[in-house]
């Protein structure tokens, strides 16, 4: 078969942010994969936004700057933007276009994929099912991670979801199958993606991730390809290799800005807070190209990770966010000022999915139990915390004191854990239970009665115990 050989033109009309106007061209569609060669021979590439007439319009991902408009020359492909997948990405890393940063070779994958792709056709699908340790208490224990789930992590500026993203990524696991992660770090700083390389190391050289990084220095555009490119190679090692795949996006809302900023630079009429009026379809693209198939074994789980600006959960981003996923892991600012690692913020949290990936074969047939327990009995101990505001602790009744005793041992010995600490099921629900028996006997109606004789018993001293 002969290769196509790519309509070129020379010349442009106009430039204007990361947008190049190309004049008298014919034949050229959207999303086609475009090639800009520069008078001085360097070469950027970008892809085909909109065609009027004879006009088409390219997004440039390297930006415009030094582009001359009477000697550039823009080659068409004809196709949309694509790239090579395969098991040839894990261990690598790369920048946000796919281009290796880590001293390597090129990608040269199986085949080609058109980077877009398509969101999961609903009769396709599969329920997810099965969960996924990540080896954090808190979310293991109270928002379960099912396989093919999207599970995103609200957070606010100065809070370390970086830090747990890439945590996650490094010790997360499935107890069967193959099981490899796509990390996708979108505006974060050399510091950042310095230290995220850092913690993912002994995983990326394992060869089961593969991290695309694009910095706060890279180019703006670059960052609506990025999550498209991760996804793309998600996709291949998912549903036609059958492994379990997991891809974090962090920070979706760095990418939301850079969606705004190409819609402003296209001169379209902004909508809610200046973004674009199809960011919520633009979201749904993304995170509907995760799930599980009927013709596949695999999976593929998403958790994007996302801040939200002065912590406002009705932003745009965060507000279509939730629409589209399933659950929320929430990050606190009161947590984090008590030095607790993660900040979770439990009653703000929920994974809707949860009973899906849990249970007697799955986790421990205890776990949803405890984990109802515990959400009740911390709705409580909030009301109980409220209530000292105003009264004092003098003020209230020992069953009440005793909420407030189980909030502290939860927050120490369950939530809070070291940033390098992986805790299996087990331990992750046992120091649940030691949190729960400093309750009321009576109050803890939602446990199995055999269960929590025995929680009972282990935490008497040896001499107290029934014999």
Not at 221 to 240: G, K, Y
Not at 415 to 433: C, K, P, T, Y
């Amino acid at each position: 078969m002969i290769d196509e050989i790519p309509v070129e033109y020379t010349g442009a009309r106009s430039v204007g942010g990361p947008l190049l106007i190309v004049q008298d061209v014919s034949g050229v569609g959207w999303d086609e994969d475009a090639t800009i060669t520069l008078d001085t021979g360097e070469q950027r590439h970008g892809v085909v936004l909109d065609v009027s007439d004879d006009l088409a319009v390219v997004q440039v991902f390297e930006g415009t700057s030094g582009i001359s408009l009477d000697k550039v020359r823009v080659a068409f492909s004809g196709t949309p933007m694509r790239v090579p997948v395969g098991p040839q990405w894990l261990g690598r890393v790369c920048n946000g276009r796919g281009e290796p940063i880590d001293g390597g070779p090129p990608v040269r994958g199986d085949h080609l994929v058109a980077v877009n792709g398509v969101p999961i056709n609903p009769a396709a699908r599969q329920l997810p099912r099965d969960p996924i340790v990540t080896g954090i208490s808190a979310i293991d224990g109270l928002t379960t991670l099912v396989r093919g789930q999207k599970l995103p992590i609200f957070s606010v500026g100065g809070l370390p979801h970086l830090e747990l993203a890439a945590q996650i990524a490094a010790q997360a696991r499935v107890a069967d199958g193959a099981f490899q992660i796509v990390f996708a770090a979108m505006g974060v700083t050399h510091a950042d993606a310095d230290a995220t390389r850092d913690v993912l190391e002994e995983r990326s050289e394992s060869g089961d991730l593969a991290l695309f990084i694009n910095t706060a220095s890279d180019p703006v555009v670059e960052r609506v390809l990025t999550p498209r490119l991760a996804l793309t190679v998600a996709e291949h090692l998912a549903f036609e290799r059958g492994g379990h795949v997991l891809v974090l996006m962090c920070d979706m809302t760095s990418y939301a800005e850079a969606v705004r900023e190409v819609s402003a630079a296209r001169g379209e009429v902004p909508g809610r807070q200046g973004y674009p009026g199809y960011l919520f379809s633009d979201l749904a693209s993304l995170y509907e190209r995760c799930g599980r198939l009927q013709v596949s074994p695999g999976s593929l789980t998403q958790i994007p990770v996302l801040t939200m600006p002065a912590g406002d959960i009705t932003h745009p981003v965060p507000d279509l966010t939730g629409y589209i996923t399933e659950g929320q892991i929430v990050l606190s600012q009161e947590m984090q000022s008590r030095n607790v690692y993660p900040p979770f913020d439990a009653l703000s949290s929920l994974s809707r999915l949860m009973r899906h990936g849990v249970g007697r074969d799955l986790t421990r047939a205890d776990h949803m139990a405890v984990s109802g327990q515990v959400y009740a009995a911390l709705s409580h101990a909030r009301q109980v915390r409220e209530l000292t505001d105003l009264v004092g602790e003098s003020g209230l009744g020992e069953g009440d004191r005793a909420y407030l005793r189980f909030a502290d041992a939860l927050e120490t010995g369950f939530v809070n854990q070291g940033r390098s600490e992986g805790r299996s099921i087990d331990d992750s629900l046992e120091r649940a239970w030691t949190a729960l028996t400093l309750l009321p006997v009576g109050d803890l109606s939602r446990l199995d009665p055999d269960d929590l004789a025995r929680h009972l018993a282990l935490q008497l001293p040896a001499s107290e115990a029934a014999p």
